[in-house]
Nanobody, 120 residues
Framework: VQLQASGGGLVQTGGSLRLSCTASGFTFGDYSINWFRQAPGKDREGVGCFDPRDRRTHFASSTKGRFTISADDTKNTVYLQMDKVEPEDTAVYYC??????????????WGQGTQVTVSS
């Protein structure tokens, strides 16, 4: 089982970035994909999630309205589109898989992180 997060990089305030999370080794539609981030010196926090069963997405208050999530089932990939980024979005971003959509549950699988740095 593997989750591969990618797409991180350096972006200017107000810009956009798209992260990808590609899953392998399990049935893509059986798990929700949950995005987290962790900034230096801070606790890990939930960003958003995607439930493949009803295609619904949910977002933390800090990202709602700026971030969106989509999925390409043919590629077993979920995308986190980050728009209007702010310096506070600087963090290592992780994707994880769990049956439930959300970040308050223990995740079954984790991907490695991808660094996002927003310059002011």
């Amino acid at each position: 089982v593997q989750l591969q997060a990618s797409g991180g990089g350096l972006v200017q305030t107000g810009g956009s970035l798209r992260l990808s999370c590609t899953a392998s080794g399990f049935t893509f539609g059986d798990y929700s994909i949950n995005w987290f981030r962790q900034a230096p010196g801070k606790d890990r926090e939930g960003v958003g999630c995607f439930d493949p069963r009803d295609r619904r997405t949910h977002f933390a208050s800090s990202t709602k309205g700026r971030f969106t999530i989509s999925a390409d089932d043919t590629k077993n990939t979920v995308y986190l589109q980050m728009d209007k980024v702010e310096p506070e979005d600087t963090a290592v971003y992780y994707c994880a898989a769990e049956y439930l959509c959300g970040w308050y549950h223990e995740q079954q699988f984790w991907g490695q992180g991808t660094q996002v740095t927003v310059s002011s």
